[in-house]
């Protein structure tokens, strides 16, 4: 894991840090050797600054750095500064085999220094509490820098849930709203289709009869109209949801259920369908998830008979129960020769959409043309 970036404040203290510690280390001696051995002062402090430049690099070269360093200070306690700092940054890694022998090169450099060449002794007999104040100083400086390391591990393991978090709730935000859009779309077209269907219907009659009074075409005109004005508002409606915020938008009226097939039977055969209808089940007992599919599946059968069979016979059987599940079957006549009114466009979304309605709802969709007959027959499981 890379170490994170220091700022100019921790730049700043982490160079008051190594120049104090360099300080308390080599002070006592510099005296000693500005006094008897000033070529050893001046090579002393070489030596220093030449760790202090070089701990810049301790996070491209970490052990290098801290195993020069530390050797170092074992001889010339002016790079004891560098040699801590560069220690601690190496453990910040947690890597055992990396802090071990750099721990050990380290104390046994001190430990050389303070047995052999340690010229401001007072007595040997202090020998023992230099070493041990060595050994806690490397100790302290090693777990220190293990649990900044762990700490700083924890806080990118945090942040990288968090930001993991967040882009799967975006994920998860951004593919709602491409369901709903889509759901959106499958009610514009449930809707929308049937309004326009009527549409088409009584224009095409009115274009294609030339026998009609003018009572009847006045009524097929205001049929239109109605259809047409209440096509526009569902259309604004859904509009609407588009464009407002969640919080804006108006609420969504309730979905029709089962019970409201035969009103929609009933806005066909207003419109001129001619439509027969078996149904052996009652709609008010049919579970309202279901209720909703069958409603769905009703309306789409029953407009793309009228758009594209009219004027034919149409047939819609509803049968089945709780073991058997609900079986739907629309059954139009082909019309036999060419109409003289152009056909209205087909998009095939409307069974797709239905085939989709079915498979969600635990059911199955199936439709066959013969030569004469056009059947759209859809099952759905009662308990699903």
């Given at each position: 894991?890379?170490?994170?970036?220091?700022?100019?404040?921790?730049?700043t203290?982490?160079?008051?840090?190594v120049?104090g510690?360099?300080?308390?280390?080599?002070g006592?001696l510099a005296?000693?050797?500005?006094?008897?051995?000033?070529w050893?002062?001046w090579?002393?402090?070489a030596?220093?600054?030449?760790?202090?430049?070089?701990?810049?690099w301790?996070?491209?070269?970490?052990v290098?750095?801290?195993?020069?360093?530390?050797?170092a200070?074992?001889f010339?306690?002016?790079?004891?500064?560098p040699a801590?700092?560069?220690?601690?940054?190496?453990?910040t890694r947690?890597?055992?085999?990396?802090?071990?022998?750099?721990?050990?090169?380290?104390?046994?450099?001190?430990?050389?220094?303070?047995?052999?060449?340690d010229?401001?002794?007072?007595?040997?007999?202090?020998?023992?509490?230099d070493l041990?104040?060595?050994?806690?100083i490397?100790?302290?400086?090693?777990?220190?820098?293990?649990?900044?390391g762990s700490?700083?591990?924890?806080?990118?393991?945090?942040?990288?849930?968090?930001?993991?978090?967040e882009?799967?709730?975006?994920?998860?935000i951004?593919q709602?709203?491409i369901?709903e859009?889509?759901?959106?779309?499958?009610?514009?077209?449930?809707?929308?289709?049937?309004?326009?269907?009527?549409?088409?219907?009584?224009?095409?009659?009115?274009?294609?009869?030339?026998d009609?009074?003018?009572?009847?075409?006045?009524?097929?005109?205001?049929?239109?109209?109605?259809s047409?004005?209440?096509?526009l508002?569902?259309?604004r409606?859904?509009?609407?949801v588009?464009?407002?915020?969640?919080?804006?938008a108006?609420?969504?009226?309730?979905?029709p259920?089962?019970?409201?097939?035969?009103?929609?039977?009933?806005r066909?055969r207003?419109?001129?369908?001619?439509?027969?209808?078996?149904?052996?089940?009652?709609?008010?007992s049919?579970?309202?998830p279901?209720?909703?599919?069958?409603?769905?599946v009703?309306q789409?059968?029953?407009?793309?008979?009228?758009?594209?069979?009219?004027r034919?016979?149409?047939?819609?059987?509803?049968?089945?129960?709780?073991?058997?599940?609900?079986?739907?079957?629309?059954?139009?006549?082909?019309?036999?020769?060419?109409?003289?009114?152009?056909s209205?466009?087909?998009?095939?979304?409307?069974?797709?959409?239905?085939?989709?309605r079915?498979?969600?709802?635990?059911?199955?969709?199936?439709r066959?043309?013969?030569t004469?007959?056009?059947?759209?027959?859809?099952w759905?499981?009662?308990?699903?």
């Open positions: 894991m890379p170490a994170p970036p220091i700022s100019r404040w921790g730049h203290w982490r160079i008051a840090l120049l510690i360099s300080g308390l280390a080599w006592p005296e000693y050797q500005w006094d008897r051995a000033r050893w002062f090579l002393d402090l030596v220093g600054v030449l760790s202090f430049v070089a701990i810049f301790r996070r491209r070269f970490p290098a750095v801290a195993l020069t360093t530390n050797i200070a074992g010339f306690l002016s790079a004891g500064g801590t700092i560069s220690l601690f940054s190496l453990s947690r890597r055992w085999r990396e802090i071990l022998p750099v721990s050990a090169a380290g104390f046994a450099s001190g430990a050389a220094f303070i047995l052999f060449a010229p401001t002794a007072p007595s040997r007999d202090f020998i023992l509490v041990a104040l060595l050994t806690t490397v100790a302290i400086t090693v777990g220190w820098g293990m649990y900044a700490r700083r591990e924890l806080l990118a393991t945090l942040r990288d849930r968090a930001e993991t978090a882009s799967e709730q975006a994920a998860r951004a709602a709203r369901a859009r889509a759901q959106i779309a499958r009610e514009m077209h449930d809707v929308l289709a049937h309004r326009i269907s009527i549409v088409t219907m009584h224009a095409g009659a009115l274009s294609y009869r030339d009609l009074s003018a009572d009847e075409v006045k009524a097929t005109a205001a049929t239109i109209e109605q047409s004005r209440l096509a508002v569902e259309l409606e859904v509009l609407g588009l464009r407002e915020g969640a919080g804006d108006e609420p969504e009226p309730p979905q259920t089962a019970a409201a097939i035969a009103d929609l039977v009933q066909f207003d419109a001129g369908m001619n439509l027969v209808v078996d149904v052996s089940v009652d709609p008010a049919i579970p309202a279901i209720g909703r599919t069958a409603y769905r009703v789409e059968g029953l407009t793309n008979a009228a758009k594209h069979a009219p034919t016979r149409v047939e819609l059987t509803m049968s089945g129960g709780p073991e058997t599940g609900l079986t739907i079957e629309v059954t139009n006549r082909i019309p036999a020769g060419q109409r003289t009114t152009a209205p466009p087909e998009s095939g979304l409307g069974l797709i959409g239905l085939t989709e079915a498979q969600l709802a635990g059911g199955g969709l199936h066959s043309t013969t004469d007959r056009h059947v759209l027959r859809v759905l499981p009662w308990a699903a």
